[in-house]
């Protein structure tokens, strides 16, 4: 079975206030976690099975959570996967706690190695971060490429393929057991090749995570921008007969009740094939 | 609305990253923004963090979003929480608008680098060259006095990784100084160039002296208050300070009022509520508020207003002079 547990959920820029406090203003991170046995709260423990999805200010909740298993003792191996390196996406990793603890172990994925070393390097370089380097950091840090012809990691099945925004971006699907989650934060849908190999990225996955950035009135203003609206995103999920949709990448200055509505409005275009939809909020929790 | 004096506006106080807690709504997550607007209408910022977003929706309902709006903007230093906003502050994509970006450094190119390095295409879809305001830098070194239009600017290093500036604010006859992050300087010594021989040389006292020189008779001190002292103990070397620290300096300087400021994101609402109770059962005389977001004081007459002959080292006359630079 997988836990999927959401700590960040907006696009761009955190947003914290009383307008996004429902849903929350942290930026995107997302735990994922296996397990296999059906005893209550077997979801719950600190040393299943376990990926981080990107680095946004969400992880500054997530660790809290993280240093209660081995990470907080020296002996943990955390696997962060990076979608892209834009800053939403990063930020939460300069003050990562696990990073400071000798004995432990972090691995970073993404597209490219090189990319993801020198994001995490500039993260911590003099002019931005009181730490001066990663070299002053106590966990051993490991850089990889995630392969796209699929791999395993910490027990899931990875399988990735390619968004469309500026600059590049991934969409992963972790499977564990026969549940599975696809990851398509920052993805602008409408290129057909594209999205026809999300598609099948997606095909009967048990949750879609998907950026629901826009509104479509916004959308049109934002073409070329790199994130899709809510309603494209429902059509998209239609086609790849998931079960359920996440919608993630929340506009910083969407309000609560902005998001409240966007959900009704994707659920009603979602009709009664079955689809269900939930918009994301920071602290909400999905066992699949 | 304009007032008689110089109004303070905080627009973020938390440090090291912004975040979202439901348990922070009252002092709130952004990270470190404040604004000045004199009498007349001159603006003026200190750092860029998330809380700088707010302030730009704000100032485009005014002349910055007919592109005829200029501000000042001061970086107290360049680490994250502190500049992760200036992206998207929306004044900067307006043509017409002017700002004066001001700091430490040796050249103009540093800072534009450091600001346009957010942009890079890797991590921000935006290229720099996008934001249409026209953008001017002035740098000058830690301890020259600044004369920015309305503003008289003085500055002093902090105590803090690299180049920490903390300056001293004065307008329409009020003075607000602003230490955003400073560690305590009998346990650690962060800032480049300040490292020396050994810890009883002097240099403490003589470092808290030239602090207090900056923000002697303030109407308001606003005060990195980053942990509780249960908490420095092996983190000196972060670069914060206490509530303590900030009442000594608040003391030393004989302030009006301490603000205390840059809350560490593990504090919740109840937690900063605390450290207020207790900053005020030592308070001695000092009146202390804690920073939250969406804070406003108008600032009334200095009680050590500025003796006549200051001197600036640096000048950008504003929008009314054609001269700028050093002198
Ligand atoms: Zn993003
Ligand atoms: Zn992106
Ligand atoms: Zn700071
Ligand atoms: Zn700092």
Redesign the interface.
Known sequence: MIRVRFWGCRGSVASPGRATARYGGNTACVHVVGYDSHEPGAGAHPDNPQVVLDGGTGLALLQSVLMRGLLGRGKGHAHVMLTHFHWDHLIGLPFFTPLFIPGNKVSFYGACDQRVQSSIERLFTSVYSPIKGTEHLAAELEYRKLDPTGETVDGFEVSVADNRHPGGALSIRLQYGDRSIVYSTDHEIGDEAIDEKLVELARGADLWIMDAQYRPEQLARHIGWGHSSHIDAVRLALRAKVRKVALFHHKPDHDDHELDRMGLEAQQEAGDHGLKIVVARDGLVMDL | MRGEAMKMTIFGARG???????D??RY???STCIHFQTASGDDLILDGG?GI?LLG?EMMTRQFGSGQGRAYILVGH???DH???Y??FAPFYRPGNRFVVVSAGQTNAHIRE?LS??HE?????VPFEDLSADLEYLTFRPGQHLALGGFKVETVQLN???ITVGYRIEADGAVATVFTDTARVTKARLGDGMGGPDPDDGFSKEFKSRLAHCARGSNVLVHDSHFLEHEIVGRYH??HSTFEDALEMAHLADVGTLVLFHHA?EHSDAVVDEKLAMARDLADGVSVEAAC?GMTMELGRSRRPQSGEWQADVVDWGADGGQKGAL
């Open positions: 090291s990253y912004p975040l979202s807690r439901r922070q709504l709130g997550g952004n998330s977003r929706d360049t680490h994250w500049i992760l906003g992206p998207f450091i390095g957010q295409d890797m991590h921000f879809p803090h990784p690299g972060w670069g994101p977001e």
